[in-house]
């Protein structure tokens, strides 16, 4: 099974609606980081989150974590077609059973915005 | 500011042909480095990390191996290249145990 899930797979919007994105890990969260990535380019980090209820935005974007339901959310607000990509959730591997620092990721959240 | 180059972009090899793709960091010193594969249905898995020159850390068992021969620059290599090694490879950095910043990745293609 897989250990970090995303959801939904995928997402169509119309341009101004909001939307949000899960990740839920199947391990102890010690850090969760957010990243988008335009197909065939690298990942952009957007946030990272460590502590449970924090909570940080970045422009219209906004990210929580839930530490006892080991889960984090992923919120845009008013959706333009600049945040069209593929959002990928990351999680510390201490939680996996590996080293501080390492990452595993989840498959990501295809975001199409219709303009 | 720090940057991250990759090369090269795209790379198009027969099977059983020799790899080598390199990628350098400017702006930080020290980084812990990382080589990570994206394949289609398997999402982003990481290969190797590399906490200082010479010493390189394996994630899962492959065709593939790591060498860090200066502080900034990390390069993957293979051998004999297998078609399952098909993949946008990408390189990262970070600082301590702080988040992860990507390059521009090299799209590999084994015929």
């Known amino acids: 099974s897989q250990e970090l899930e995303q959801s939904p797979q995928s997402l169509i919007v119309q341009e101004g609606k909001n939307l949000t994105i899960n990740c839920t890990s199947s391990?102890?969260?010690?850090?969760l980081y957010w990243y988008k990535q335009k197909y065939g380019e690298g990942l952009i980090f957007l946030m990272m989150?460590?502590?449970?209820?924090e909570e940080k935005s970045h422009e219209k974007i906004t990210a929580k974590l839930d530490e006892k339901k080991q889960q984090s959310s992923l919120h845009i607000t008013a959706s333009q077609p600049s945040h069209a990509g593929i959002y990928l959730c990351?999680?510390?591997?201490?939680?996996?059973?590996?080293?501080?620092?390492?990452?595993?990721f989840g498959k990501g959240t295809k975001l199409s915005v219709k303009p | 500011s720090q940057t991250i180059h990759q090369w090269p972009a795209t790379l198009v090899q027969p099977v059983g042909s020799p790899l080598s793709l390199e990628c350098t960091v400017e702006?930080?010193?020290?980084?812990?480095l990382y080589w990570y594969r994206q394949a289609a249905g398997r999402g982003l898995q990481l290969l190797f990390y590399?906490?200082?020159?010479?010493?390189i850390s394996s994630e899962v068992p492959q065709n593939l191996s790591a060498s860090r021969p200066q502080d900034r620059q990390f390069i993957l290599s293979s051998k004999k290249l297998l078609l399952s090694d098909s993949g946008f490879y990408l390189c990262?950095?970070?600082?301590?145990?702080?988040?992860?910043?990507f390059g521009p990745g090299t799209r590999l293609t084994v015929l």
């Open positions: 989150l460590q502590k449970g209820g």
């Open positions: 702006g930080t010193s020290n980084p812990n």
């Open positions: 990351g999680a510390d591997k201490r939680g996996y059973g590996g080293s501080q620092g390492n990452l595993i």
């Open positions: 990262a950095w970070s600082v301590s145990y702080n988040e992860q910043f």
């Open positions: 391990k102890t969260l010690y850090g």
């Open positions: 590399s906490v200082g020159i010479g010493q």
